[in-house]
């Protein structure tokens, strides 16, 4: 119950960002190999996500929209050895409380799909459809039930930073899966869904920084580093081109940059960071459950060897190669 009551205790429903995090991560989980996300005016309006995963069982999806009474997971730790994003059975059952929702969706093994419409956690309608595999959930009028949460959103420019930031944080996580991403019905990204995390980084972010990165590859008894590191001189500060991922899953780690940011000491001028697309494949006991999963901050058991660890190997092979 501890770990229940922690997870329980965040916030699933933040703002726009979050609810895009949720529904994307929720198309992830089902095996999705393309996943389209439309948002209109900074999300508060619109969101809607469509994507070609495995879809829902009609009997199971007004199920979908409850709070599960019990979570996937006993403790934090092991949610690093969960192979699916989602654990708390609770995005949908929250999104649905404060949002007027249309979920339509269809397995392999049903022939005609259904239609759930809920607002404000209440099912207004429940009917077949016809459509293809898969599952489009479209997210209206955020927070229009609960008017003093809706004021703490900010301008829905503020919030397309949010939810684009969110988008590429998805998308290079998960470079073998097509995005698009249409923004006011702009295209703003379509990734290539071809597995190569370099091509990902390209549709994200450009040629001169897709061209300008090191390849890492630090494999020891107990830790896998996998990924890119950037030359830093193009950008400068620019924290939102720098991306750590814990087994697939985005974290936000001080301790990963701090290190990178160390072995760059002497290489390039201070006060810059290092442009990194990087995933650390660790045994999950070697994390330290002292963590909130919502805030994706992460604590290692034996941080010290960690941190050395990372900047000995970057800086060797800084040291070793001509940026
Ligand atoms: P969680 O992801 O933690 O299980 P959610 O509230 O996010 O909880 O989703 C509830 C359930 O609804 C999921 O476990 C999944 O079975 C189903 N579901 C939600 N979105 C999708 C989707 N896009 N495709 C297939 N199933 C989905
Ligand atoms: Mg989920």
């Known amino acids: 119950e501890y770990t229940i009551n922690k997870i329980a205790a965040g916030e699933v429903v933040e703002r726009p960002s979050s609810v895009v995090k949720e529904l994307v991560e929720n198309s992830i989980d089902a095996k999705s190999s393309k996943i389209t996300i439309e948002i209109s005016n900074g999300g508060k309006d619109l969101i809607r996500i469509t994507d070609n ?7 199971q999806v007004e199920k979908s929209f409850l709070r599960h009474a019990t979570s996937k997971i006993s403790q934090i730790d092991d949610l690093y ?9 609770e995005a949908l059952a929250s999104i649905a409380s ?7 969706t269809r397995t392999s093994e049903d022939t005609i799909g259904v239609k759930v419409c809920i607002e404000g956690g209440v ?15 479209i997210v209206k009028d955020l927070f229009f039930n609960t008017p003093a949460r809706k004021k703490f959103l900010k ?17 290079i996580g998960n470079p073998d899966i097509q995005f698009k991403y249409i923004n006011n ?11 190569n995390l370099k091509n990902t980084v390209r549709s994200i972010y450009g040629k001169k920084i897709s061209d300008n990165l090191k390849s890492i590859n630090i494999e020891t008894d107990f830790l896998k580093l996998v990924g890119y590191i950037g030359n830093n001189t193009i950008y400068r500060n620019n924290k939102t081109l720098q991306h750590i991922y814990i ?19 002497g290489i390039l001028p201070i ?28 604590k290692f058991e034996d941080d010290q060897r960690i941190f050395n660890l990372i900047k000995i190997k970057i800086n060797e092979l800084l040291l070793g190669t001509n940026l």
């Open 53 to 59: 995963g495995h879809g829902i069982p009609k009997s």
């Open 81 to 89: 050895e969960l192979d699916s994003l989602g654990f708390r059975g």
């Open 98 to 104: 404060i949002a007027r929702v249309e979920l339509i």
């Open 123 to 137: 099912v207004k309608s429940n009917e077949p459809i016809g459509t293809s595999i898969g599952t489009t959930i």
């Open 155 to 171: 301008s829905s420019t503020s919030e397309n930073i949010n939810i684009t930031d969110m988008i590429n944080k998805l998308c």
């Open 185 to 195: 019905n702009r295209i703003m990204l379509t990734s290539p869904g071809d597995s």
């Open 247 to 265: 087994n697939g899953r985005y974290v936000k780690s001080k301790l990963i940059l701090a290190a990178i940011y160390e072995a760059y000491k």
């Open 271 to 298: 006060n810059k960071h290092s442009i990194c697309f990087l995933n650390l494949s660790i045994d999950a006991q070697k994390i330290d459950v002292n963590v909130h999963p919502n805030k994706l901050e992460i």
